[in-house]
């Protein structure tokens, strides 16, 4: 029996669902699905009962889900606790950031930190929210700037910052792209490229309600996972994208960056994570600079 397989089995159980568990692992279903084989193997007995439209906990599931999830527990607050001893013989801090904020936010915050504490070194790890928050939970980030989930991870504190605005990413050769201002209205039958919803949730749920609330019919033609796929995409002429306003930092020849008219729904969040219950000096050294700094930084989003 592994770690890996009880962590499989948990998300299962807690989803009743193979492939919303598999996508909260990264996995294929049927990975997934063979996981779970091997542990029942193991412990000699069923622990799901399965049909093409249910899934479900037999008896002996259910004691191991409890079970289960103490010793997960228990390993992920061990993992943690060697990282902060180890992280204590040289002052470093590992932080995670999604690529609009490594791009915006970071630069901004690490050079403050830098003159500050000269002596800490950063470790930098830039990913998606989906890929940071089981690194935070695991012990191998100190911190992380993500958009916050909906339903947050109840092992996970967050520290809201601010909303990061949007701003459309047009071919410089593109009739809008002298405009200084464009209204969602001006992007209505716009070939547009989104990015991938399984990924980047709040990305993609951006474009769809502003469509949405303007009574527009999103045309997508292309779905992308990475920022830079897409500016780089835009810049093909392959379509327009609404993006963070500091996607604009990333480097992209041939593609303007045009803000959007106000709007409520024009707005991304961004927060700091971390483990819930643990100590570390030099991370909350840095967040401590950052609500400070909150409102200098908001003004560049």
Known sequence: MELHQLRCFVAAAEELHFGRAAQRLEMLPSALGRYIKLLEDDLGTQLMTRTTRSVALTEDGAVLLKDARHLLAQADSLAVKFHARGRKQAETIRLGAIDSAAAGLLPMLLHDFRERRPDVTVKLTEDKTIRLLPRLISGRLDMAVVRPPVNPDKRLEFLFLFHETAVVAVPDRHPLASRKRVDITD???????????????HSHDLTMKLFAQAGLQARVVQLADEKQTIVNLVAAELGVAIVPRWTSRMAARGVRYIPLEASDMNR???????????????????LEM???????YAKEA
């Not at 992007?187 to 990015?195: H, K, M, R, S, T």
């Not at 991304?268 to 840095?286: H, I, Q």
């Not at 950052?290 to 200098?296: D, N, P, V, Y």
Request: net charge positive.
């Open 290 to 296: 950052l609500r400070a700094s909150l409102a200098r």
């Open 187 to 201: 992007l209505a039958g716009q070939p547009l490229i989104v990015p991938e919803r399984r990924s980047r949730p």
């Open 268 to 286: 991304l969040p961004l927060a700091a994570a971390w483990a819930r219950g643990t100590r570390d000096p030099v991370r909350d050294e840095m």
